[in-house]
């Protein structure tokens, strides 16, 4: 009697490895977004093979090797297998390439109007015609029977004179009494010194030019004063970011003893109070000083 070998297991997908490691390192979803600084929907969308929902490819990347070697998965074979997932998927069809049938125009539709327009103007132009008509001969029948009226002199009226004076002297005395007299101008120095104080308030901040030196790869994230990102990815071991932006700096670190900081070609030291486990969070502010970020 042959035995029947048992069938080889379905290979996992890149979501069920990730899961698996979570889970054989005892945490939660929480629990590993809070050690890796990320929102736990996207640990969610990673363990369900959901990439899109993490925006563009090189994103998907990043968060896909970050959590790979943080859950004990070779990142890099994860990282391929993802990037040969994208390249195999046909690209949506371009739908603005769809020849559309022209549409023609229908002669019926423009006969109509046209009609309607005719009608209306020999209707307009024989009511002007009447009344034209009966007009002229109104107007010479009672000219020729009705004699001219014989308007009598005007009158001439006096007024008599008034103890009143008109309203517009009455408010012209009223504000000539009760005008405050003009404002003085302020010295010319004070006017000086407030002109330098508003030209400086509407100058915008120089931008600061920020150097991070890394001895070992980690998660860098840099958003300026206005949100938009400007660095968002794993930087190497032994490679240099240099990013410009408009000052304050919210800078996200997520393997701080690995990352020497350099703001406007000036070494500076991490605050222990922004420094969270093994990464940091902190903002560079527009003195090149660096203070612990509150987000």
Not at 90 to 103: F, G, H, S
Not at 115 to 130: S, T
Not at 185 to 195: I, K, V
Request: with cysteine; glycine share 8%; charged share 20%.
């Amino acid at each position: 009697m042959n035995e029947q070998s048992a069938p080889a297991p379905a290979p996992r997908s890149i979501g069920e490895r990730l899961r698996a490691g979570r889970e054989r390192a005892g945490l939660s979803v929480p629990a590993a977004a809070e050690k890796l600084h990320l929102d736990p929907k996207v640990i969610e969308a990673l363990e369900a093979d959901r990439f899109a929902e993490l925006g563009a490819s090189v994103y998907v990347r990043g968060h896909l090797r970050r959590y790979a070697d943080f859950v004990g998965e070779p990142g890099i074979e994860l990282v391929n297998a993802y990037s040969a997932r994208t390249e195999a998927r046909p690209p949506p069809p371009d739908l603005t390439q769809v020849p559309q049938a022209e549409r023609r125009s229908d002669p019926k539709r423009l006969v109509t109007p046209l009609v309607g327009l005719g009608c209306a103007a020999i209707l307009a132009f024989a009511i002007w015609w009447v009344l034209a008509g009966s007009a002229g001969n109104a107007g010479s029948g009672s000219a020729a029977e009705t004699p001219a009226a014989v308007e009598p002199p005007p009158v001439a009226v006096t007024p008599a004179p008034s103890a009143t004076p008109p309203p517009a002297a009455v408010q012209l005395a009223s504000k000539n009494e009760t005008a405050p007299p003009p404002a003085k101008p302020g010295s010319a120095a004070t006017d000086a010194a407030a002109a330098e104080a508003a030209r400086r308030e509407e100058a915008p901040a120089r931008p600061t030019q920020l150097r991070l030196e890394l001895t070992s790869e980690s998660w860098i994230e840099v958003y300026d004063a206005r949100g938009e990102r400007l660095f968002y990815d794993i930087a190497s071991a032994g490679s240099v970011q240099s990013i410009e932006g408009r000052p304050p700096l919210r800078v996200v670190l997520g393997n701080a003893a690995a990352v020497v900081v350099q703001v406007n070609g000036q070494s500076r030291q991490i605050p222990a109070n922004a420094v969270d486990g093994e990464g940091a969070r902190f903002v560079v502010n527009r003195s090149g000083s660096i203070s612990r970020s509150r987000q």
